[in-house]
């Protein structure tokens, strides 16, 4: 448990994003096709805004709203990073 705590400092950011319907809170092709939606410095930021967003759609009556809230998750920005193409075989960087 520590060290995921360590891991979790670490991050440099959180990034909110709108995932495609249907997705799993882990699912990595959806979260390539993810929408960002906003940057935070901490993942306590991130979900505060989605929380946040979520309770004023509710009080406001928005279906639309609420249903596009519930596809956004909050990732590390590392996640979202593009992954670099492995070198040519047989060269060296």
């Given amino acids: 448990m520590r060290a995921h705590r360590l891991a979790l400092l670490l991050v440099?950011?959180?990034v909110l994003i709108?995932?495609?319907?249907?997705s799993m809170d882990d699912d990595a092709p959806a979260i390539g096709k993810a929408v960002?939606?906003?940057?935070f410095d901490t993942q306590q930021s991130c979900e505060?805004?989605?929380?946040?967003a979520m309770a004023e759609d509710a009080e406001m009556g928005m279906d639309t709203g609420l249903d596009q809230d519930r596809q956004m998750?909050?990732?590390?920005?590392?996640k979202l990073a593009p992954e670099k193409p492995a070198?040519?075989?047989g060269k060296s960087d």
């Fill in 36 to 39: 960002r939606v906003k940057t």
């Fill in 87 to 89: 070198p040519p075989a």
């Fill in 73 to 78: 998750r909050c990732v590390p920005e590392e």
């Fill in 18 to 22: 709108e995932v495609p319907a249907g």
């Fill in 48 to 52: 505060n805004f989605r929380t946040d």
């Fill in 12 to 14: 440099a950011a959180w």
